[in-house]
C-alpha cells in the first residue's frame, strides 16, 4: 500500500544533542511538509518542499533544519534540541489529482527532551 | 489576521447525531478540510469542501457556507470509535493549511 512512513516513531534525546527524525513516501507526491504538533494544538507548519523548492516559515526557529535528498525521502534537523521542542512531529504529503492537495500524514515521532 | 475557531469540546451519547462548528476568517480561501486525529496518532482525512454546500460520505456529512465564513462537520449515528478530535483546516494558497485548535469529540454509552 502507498503510504508515509516516519521512523523512529518514538525518539528520546538529551538536552542539547542534535536528533534527526526521518520521513519517507512511496506516494510520489511532490510536495512535503513538516509540523510541530503539542498537545491539544494545531499542528504547526515548520516547512514544506515543493519539488525541491524548499519553503521556511517565518517564525519556525533556526535550530530546526530540513533535507530533502530526493522525492521519497525528507529529514527534520533539530540542531540543539531544548525542553521546549518535545511533541508530536508530523510529515505529511500532498499531490494535486483533483485539485484538493489533501494531506497524507506519517504516523508521526513522539520526541522526548530529557 | 488568520483565525479558526472551533469549540474545544463535546460530548455526545452513542447511536446519536453531533454537530462540530467551524468558524474561519482567512485572508484566502481555496477549500477546508476535516481531519480526525485519535490521541497519539497522525491526522486523517475526512472531508473536503471548495463549493457552498452540503458533502455526504457515509456517516460523516460537512456543509460549508463561504459567505458566512463557516463549516460544520456532522457526524451521525455515533460509535465509541468516533471519540477522537477533529480538526478544521483552510487551504489559503494553492496548498498550505490554516489549522484549528480542535474539537474533542467524547462518546458516552
Known amino acids: 500500500d502507498a503510504m508515509v512512513i516516519q521512523n523512529p516513531r518514538y525518539q528520546v534525546t538529551q538536552f542539547g544533542k542534535p536528533v534527526t527524525l526521518s520521513c519517507s513516501q512511496t506516494?510520489?507526491?511532490?510536495?512535503m511538509y513538516w509540523y510541530q504538533q503539542k498537545s491539544s494544538q494545531a499542528p504547526k507548519l515548520l516547512f514544506h518542499?515543493?519539488?525541491?523548492?524548499?519553503?521556511n516559515e517565518a517564525d519556525t526557529p533556526d535550530n530546526f533544519q530540513s533535507r530533502r535528498p530526493n522525492t521519497s525521502f525528507c529529514f527534520l534537523d533539530i540542531r540543539s534540541p531544548g525542553l521546549g521542542d518535545a511533541a508530536m512531529y508530523l510529515c505529511?504529503?500532498?499531490?494535486?489529482?483533483?485539485?484538493?492537495?489533501?494531506?497524507?500524514f506519517g504516523p508521526g515521532t513522539r520526541l522526548t527532551v530529557t | 489576521g488568520q483565525n479558526i475557531d472551533q469549540p474545544t469540546e463535546m460530548t455526545a451519547t452513542e447511536g446519536a447525531i453531533v454537530q462540530i462548528n467551524c468558524t474561519y476568517q482567512?485572508?484566502?480561501?481555496?477549500?477546508l478540510f476535516w481531519y480526525q486525529q485519535h490521541a497519539g496518532e497522525a491526522p486523517t482525512f475526512l472531508s473536503y469542501?471548495?463549493l457552498d454546500g452540503l458533502e455526504e460520505k457515509g456517516r460523516f456529512s460537512s456543509f460549508l457556507s463561504r459567505s458566512k465564513g463557516y463549516s460544520y462537520l456532522l457526524l451521525k449515528e455515533l460509535q465509541m470509535k468516533d471519540s477522537a478530535s477533529y480538526l478544521c483546516?483552510?487551504?489559503?494558497?494553492?496548498?498550505?493549511?490554516?489549522w484549528g485548535a480542535g474539537t474533542k469529540l467524547i462518546i458516552k454509552p
Open positions: 518542499y515543493y519539488d525541491k523548492d524548499f519553503n
Open positions: 483546516a483552510v487551504k489559503e494558497g494553492n496548498y498550505q493549511l490554516i
Open positions: 482567512t485572508s484566502g480561501f481555496n477549500g
Open positions: 469542501n471548495v
Open positions: 505529511a504529503t500532498s499531490s494535486r489529482p483533483d485539485g484538493s492537495y489533501e494531506q497524507y
Open positions: 506516494l510520489n507526491h511532490n510536495v
